[in-house]
């Protein structure tokens, strides 16, 4: 068990990390910049991020260098909090580890498929190197499948993705892959609940895990329905085993004929009905808000250190999409008032 000094070791570290974050005059700073050389240079003089970036030349910064930082600062605040929660401390250290090899692994095979895997050398994660066995540095030069493969080395994942080698002539199946890998990630958070915390602590955990579970599939249907008119095997293979819908609401979900037919499914769900009244713009961004609106819950008023660390690592990743957001509209000339629209922002107020 925790003892109650490492407990409130715990809770205070992510609150205070926590108040650390990005605030509401940030976003707006960061939206008025006109380059990603700007972005890291407000990001480096104004924000707590000033630590990976010192010693950079915020001027001659590239773009996937500059996310590969904000990632890392991630990584490393979630990797400080492992020897203080020792009750799922070794589990959140592995699940850290892993959700930044998936991302890895998809960004590479993403790159292979589209002919640009040259580009992978650019933003290759570093700090990521000693944690895995993985050679990621073979990711810039793969050619082929199996050369992806060979890449992932000894680790767990070349056996994972082993099966889906396609056929020569064939492309890739990357929602097969992503699937296999955010399921062999999930699962792992499915073990700590199931495992490794009990009474009150597993509910609130169990709440946020399940709600993110069930929206991200929800929104896999509408996606698959909407842009790919995809049939009912195809979206089933493709969801992620987890979550508190019950198989006969999933099934009505898949077997929807049309994807607003679908929303009208969930609308009569318990989950429909909880996040009946958030705003969204595009169904892929719901589970995001909804980790956001949770987290910022949770991290105030929950008493049980790994319900406040998995709202602390919910908010961080929200904050890393916002960073990301920002720096691929300005990469790519998106109005300031579009980019707006995709972003999570928190008010000031509110906390």
């Known amino acids: ?49 000033h630590d990976v970036l010192t010693g950079i030349n915020e001027y001659d910064i590239h773009r996937g260098q500059l996310e590969v930082l904000i990632k890392q600062k991630l990584f490393y605040n979630l990797s400080s909090f492992v020897r203080y929660e020792l009750s799922v401390g070794e589990q959140l250290a592995d699940y850290v580890i892993a959700r930044a090899e998936i991302e890895e692994i998809l960004d590479a095979l993403m790159l292979m498929s589209a002919g640009r895997q040259e580009e992978y050398s650019q933003a290759a994660p570093l700090y990521l190197a000693k944690h895995t066995k993985i050679h990621m540095e073979q990711f810039s030069s793969i050619q082929t499948y199996g050369e992806f493969l060979d890449a992932l080395g000894s680790s767990v994942y070349r056996r994972l993705l082993a099966p889906f080698e396609p056929k020569p002539g064939e492309p890739v199946d990357v929602f097969a892959v992503e699937n296999q890998l955010y399921s062999y990630l999930f699962s792992h958070v499915q073990e700590i609940i199931d495992h490794r915390v009990r009474g009150k602590t597993k509910k609130e955990v169990r709440e946020l895990f399940q709600g993110y579970i069930d929206l991200e599939n929800y929104a896999r249907i509408i996606r698959m329905k909407k842009r790919f008119r995809a049939h009912p095997e195809f979206i089933e293979k493709n969801l992620l085993p987890f979550g508190s819908l019950k198989p006969k609401q999933l099934n009505a979900l898949i077997h ?40 910022k819950h949770y991290i105030h008023f929950s008493s049980h250190p790994p319900v406040v660390l998995l709202s602390y690592i919910f908010l961080a990743d929200t904050e890393v999409h916002n960073i990301t957001t920002i720096v691929e509209g300005i990469r790519y000339q998106v109005s300031v008032d579009d980019i707006k629209k995709l972003l999570i922002l928190p008010t000031d107020k509110a906390g």
């Open 1 to 49: 068990m925790l003892s109650s000094l490492s407990s409130n070791v715990v809770l205070a570290k992510a609150r205070a990390k926590y108040g650390k974050r990005l605030k509401e005059k940030d976003y707006r700073n960061l939206l008025d910049c006109k380059s990603v050389a700007e972005v890291a240079a407000y990001l480096k003089a104004n924000t707590d991020y």
């Open 256 to 295: 929807a004929e049309t994807a607003n037919q679908a929303a009208a499914i969930f609308r009569t769900t318990s989950r429909g009905k909880k996040t009946a009244n958030v705003e969204y713009n595009f169904v892929d961004e719901l589970a995001q808000r909804i980790k956001f609106i949770s987290g």
